[in-house]
């Protein structure tokens, strides 16, 4: 199985900062990779596809990155919306997995 | 809109089984694979299992094969995880996901909880 790692489990930061959210598998994915959005109670959302493509309605904000085993996550401009766990999920391979989570807040 | 909409979820003991059901609306759902997800109280996310837009091809996680089944009815646009010899781990948030061929969750449902204790 592909175990996915993501870093930091969870940071605080202020409106209007740059955030960074990194994810890395134990194989090499190639593309395969999504980004995910739950905020409190709620189902995820789906955010980032193949790794970089942006689904639609998605801000412009939201930005991924990153091929082979190593992604990021970027948010340009954090805001209050924003509060939430995000998850990356390899979708190279059955079984999919998914990174820990990294719980973003507002400070 | 797309809506999935989970159902079945509820308090029962170990070992025994349950059937849960998830009703699509809103998308060509028998052209969509289709996943069950799994939240554990406070934890991540792990996905359970896979069923292909014409049921041809399962996959399920180590962690539940063997007790649970996916299936679906394409007339009723609904998809289905049968779960027998339930553990107090199973207890978990149960979420299904429609997904367009690529493994890649687009739509998602709001989830149904099963909580396995004696």
């Known amino acids: 199985d592909i175990q996915m790692t993501q870093s930091p489990s969870s940071l605080s930061a202020s409106v209007g900062d740059r955030v960074t959210i990194t994810c890395r598998a134990s194989?090499?994915?190639?593309?395969?990779l999504n980004w995910y959005q739950q905020k409190p109670g709620k189902a995820p959302k789906f955010l980032i596809y193949a790794a970089s493509s942006l689904q639609s309605g998605v801000p412009s904000r939201f930005s991924g990155t990153g091929s082979g085993t190593d992604f990021t996550l970027t948010i340009s401009s954090l805001q209050p919306e924003d509060l939430a766990t995000y998850y990356c999920?390899?979708?190279?391979?059955?079984?999919?997995?998914f990174g820990g989570g990294t719980k973003v807040e507002i400070k | 809109q797309v809506q999935l909409v989970e159902s079945g979820g509820g308090v029962v003991q170990p070992g025994r089984s349950l059937r849960l059901s998830c009703t699509a609306s809103g998308f060509s759902f028998s052209t969509y694979g289709m996943h069950w997800v799994r939240q554990a109280p406070g934890k991540g996310l792990e996905w359970v299992a896979l069923?292909?837009?014409?049921?041809?091809?399962?996959n399920y996680a180590d962690s539940v094969k063997g007790r649970f089944t996916v299936s679906r009815d394409n007339s009723k646009n609904t998809v289905y995880l049968q779960m027998n010899s339930l553990r107090v781990e199973d207890t978990a948030v149960y979420y299904c996901?429609?997904?367009?061929?690529?493994?890649?969750?687009?739509?998602w449902g709001q989830g149904t909880l099963l909580t396995v204790s004696s």
């Open positions: 194989q090499n994915i190639d593309i395969y």
């Open positions: 999920q390899q979708s190279h391979s059955t079984p999919l997995t």
């Open positions: 069923i292909w837009y014409d049921g041809s091809n399962k």
């Open positions: 996901a429609g997904d367009y061929g690529t493994n890649s969750l687009v739509y």
